[in-house]
Antibody, heavy 123, light 110 residues
Framework: EVQLVQSRAEVKKPGESLKIACQTS????????IGWVRQSPGKGLEWMGIIYPADSDTRYSPSFQGQVTISVDKSIKTAYLQWRSLKASDTAIYYC????????????????WGQGTLVTVSS | QSVLTQPPSVSAAPGQMVTIPCSGSSSNIANNYVSWYIQLPGTAPKLLIFEVNKRPSGTPDRFSGSRSGTSATLDITGLQTGDEAEYFCGSWDTSLNTWVFGGGTKLTVL
């Protein structure tokens, strides 16, 4: 059974750094693109970017380029989403997701979702 | 403002059929696969339909997807109270080079 299990909820202050995790199991970690989706009340679902664990090829949505860093640790089949300096507007639920397939120019459907990590940024 | 457009809400009676539309453009729905996701309250979205009209194992055949030009549609027949949820469409956008979603449609089974 494919599983994407995310780290617990976080409460941070503006300006602090954060790294959340998505531990995978039940499939070949290096064979599928894995990414992150943000869900916030005012903006719905937003695709942030993806990474190919085999070679760490990473693609970001222009809206999130430079704002976050996506990485992986192949040895423990885990993907990460990282912020250097959080803002109140980063408050949201973050889902790790798996794409069924991606080429150099497009991706097929998101076929698996993690349970979500609530990130709250407040002074 | 989401790239794909869905009505905020739809409703129908148990046993009836409901259609949820998703409007896009030539850079997404018309030329790329479309998928649909169901999100029950307090849970993560889950894949319901992929590659426009295919059902993953576990999706009842009461759920079906289709596409015509720049629009996609999710049909649900034989509505049950357990179908009350939010439904999202999604597709790749070749102009933006990102995956895009609809704003979501809340289904109420009266």
């Amino acid at each position: 059974e494919v599983q994407l299990v995310q780290s617990r909820a976080e409460v941070k202050k503006p300006g602090e750094s954060l790294k959340i995790a998505c531990q995978t199991s039940g499939y070949s970690f290096t064979s599928f693109w894995i990414g992150w989706v943000r869900q916030s009340p005012g903006k719905g679902l937003e695709w942030m970017g993806i990474i190919y664990p085999a070679d760490s090829d990473t693609r970001y949505s222009p809206s999130f380029q430079g704002q976050v860093t996506i990485s992986v640790d192949k040895s423990i089949k885990t993907a990460y989403l990282q912020w250097r300096s959080l803002k109140a507007s980063d408050t949201a639920i973050y889902y790790c997701v798996r794409h069924g397939y991606c080429s150099t120019s497009f991706c097929y459907d998101i076929d698996e979702w993690g349970q979500g990590t609530l990130v709250t940024v407040s002074s | 403002q989401s790239v794909l457009t869905q009505p905020p809400s739809v409703s129908a009676a148990p046993g009836q059929m409901v259609t949820i539309p998703c409007s896009g453009s030539s850079s997404n729905i018309a030329n790329n696969y479309v998928s649909w996701y169901i999100q029950l309250p307090g849970t993560a979205p889950k894949l319901l339909i992929f590659e426009v009209n295919k059902r993953p194992s576990g999706t009842p055949d009461r759920f079906s997807g289709s596409r015509s030009g720049t629009s996609a549609t999710l049909d649900i027949t034989g509505l049950q109270t357990g179908d009350e949820a939010e439904y999202f469409c999604g597709s790749w956008d070749t102009s933006l080079n990102t995956w895009v979603f609809g704003g979501g449609t809340k289904l109420t089974v009266l």
